[in-house]
């Protein structure tokens, strides 16, 4: 039997890896390409994590290091996925290229980068830039796979989740380094002290559930994401959220009607 089409999937925070664990559940095999330094926040639910600590369990998927090309084919014939630093298109024989680096616009991504390329989010043009894109927007498009046209635009703020949009995330109010007072996963208090940037204190902005936060070795600079705090008990830390498994459905859909067509 042919083996399932290697699929090269650029980024690897936790809406790529949503896309990356669905890919992999379905038998297809997946190669991620992050930056040395991932900005991540939600890193237990990210194969960006790998790149750090060298490999990362996401669900019940494996992720592990690749130092180059050749590395990231023997993890994937091992049945793991691969993530490789690299910030371009490494040589892995991709048929399926998905730019999940969520930039918000078209960095690099070209409709010519393998027989299917799919980006998610704004600043693509399906057909233009990519075959396919994304809705990556909560509300009744999330999910949706678009053929023609483009995904909403940025809003530059979160979708409300029990009445909170922007207060959800935590921001460096400074540049430097960060250190936590508490761990992902942790219910904290309105108020409650999180951790601190270059000795400023960070506080929780309400009661809620700690889901992700920076790596602490990670340099950051003022106005950065560095923190995400959810308003609503019932959520898992380490669980891939609903909105990335409703983006990987729209991905699924994508991959399925090409590989029909083929």
């Known amino acids: 039997m042919e083996p399932e089409p290697v699929c090269l999937v650029r980024g690897g925070g936790d809406l790529a890896t949503g896309v990356v664990w669905r890919l992999h559940r379905q038998g297809y095999r997946v190669v991620v390409t992050e930056l040395p330094t991932p900005l991540t926040v939600r890193r237990l639910v990210s194969v960006s994590t790998a790149v750090l600590e060298g490999r990362a369990v996401v669900e019940g998927m494996t992720a592990q290091r690749a130092n180059a090309a050749a590395g990231a084919l023997e993890i994937l014939h091992n049945g793991d996925v691969a993530v490789?630093?690299?910030?371009?298109?490494?040589?892995?024989?991709?048929?399926?290229?998905?730019?999940?680096?969520?930039?918000?616009?078209?960095?690099?991504?070209?409709?010519?980068?393998?027989?299917?390329?799919?980006?998610?989010?704004?600043?693509?043009?399906?057909?233009?830039?990519?075959?396919?894109?994304?809705?990556?927007?909560?509300?009744?498009?999330?999910?949706?796979?678009?053929?023609?046209?483009?995904?909403?635009?940025?809003?530059?703020?979160?979708?409300?989740?029990e009445g909170w949009g922007a207060e959800r995330v935590i921001r460096a109010l400074v540049d430097g380094s960060v250190e936590w007072q508490v761990d992902i996963g942790a219910w904290v208090e309105h108020g409650e002290v999180v951790g601190s940037v270059d000795g400023q204190l960070i506080r929780a902005p309400f009661p809620g559930r700690v889901r992700g936060l920076i790596h602490p070795s990670t340099p950051v600079r003022a106005g950065l994401k560095i923190g995400d705090i959810d308003p609503r008990s019932d959520v898992a830390a380490d669980e891939i959220s609903d909105k990335a498994l409703a983006v990987a459905g729209g991905v699924m859909e994508a991959v399925g009607t090409w590989r029909r067509s083929h």
């Open 84 to 161: 490789l630093i690299d910030d371009g298109l490494p040589d892995v024989g991709a048929s399926v290229v998905v730019d999940a680096r969520m930039a918000k616009r078209n960095i690099d991504t070209s409709i010519g980068d393998a027989e299917l390329v799919i980006a998610l989010g704004p600043g693509f043009v399906a057909g233009v830039d990519a075959h396919a894109v994304i809705e990556t927007a909560r509300g009744p498009r999330l999910g949706r796979c678009l053929w023609e046209g483009s995904a909403t635009p940025d809003t530059g703020t979160p979708g409300l989740i």
